[in-house]
């Protein structure tokens, strides 16, 4: 699925008491609203229904997309407004899957997301990439996957 704003970097989003700033604020409930789509849900419900914690773990797949301008400078590097990937994983990674944001009502949406702890998640790749239409999109991909064997 994907949600249609741009990264938010954890370096930006806390004030010294860990607190969210309100910018911060605003861009996850951004993404907590887009997040109710009625499809994504779906999505979501199934991948839940199909999760058990003691026979899976879950794949995450984060590829953020940014304007070319953003992502890189005028002599074609990467640039720092780009943020790095690790900070941009966990604000993404807590909306869909932190337990505390469910219940929460956001125009008048009560707010539902994955709702299982992140320690499941065995296997994360991200990308940072040039949107082909020059916008922010986070795409996210999820997947139930068998637990590691302990053999090798």
């Known amino acids: ?5 741009p990264p938010f970097s954890t370096n930006s989003a ?17 993404f907590l609203f887009q997040l109710q789509n009625p499809n ?10 199909k ?8 794949s995450v ?3 953020f997309y940014y304007p ?21 994983e966990k604000l993404t990674q807590d909306n869909i899957f932190a337990s505390k944001l469910n219940g929460r009502i956001i125009k008048d949406k009560i707010i539902s997301n994955l709702d299982l702890d992140d320690k499941f998640v065995t296997k994360l790749v991200s990308t940072k990439n040039i949107h082909p239409q ?4 986070i795409r996210i991909s999820l997947e139930v996957l068998p637990l590691p064997s302990t053999t090798s």
Do not use: M, V
């Not at 699925?1 to 704003?5: A, D, E, L, P, Y």
């Not at 806390?14 to 951004?30: G, I």
């Not at 301008?69 to 941009?88: A, P, V």
């Not at 020059?134 to 999109?137: A, D, H, L, Q």
């Open 68 to 88: 070319s301008s953003k992502l890189l400078t005028k002599s074609g590097e990467i640039s720092l407004r780009s943020c790095d990937l690790t900070n941009i």
């Open 1 to 5: 699925f994907s949600i249609n704003c």
């Open 61 to 63: 797949e984060y590829h």
């Open 51 to 58: 999760f058990q914690p003691t026979k899976n773990s879950i």
């Open 134 to 137: 020059n916008r922010y999109e």
């Open 40 to 49: 994504i849900q779906r999505d979501l419900q199934a991948l839940r229904e």
């Open 14 to 30: 806390y004030y010294k008491n860990r607190q969210l700033t309100q910018k911060a604020r605003e861009w996850r409930s951004h």
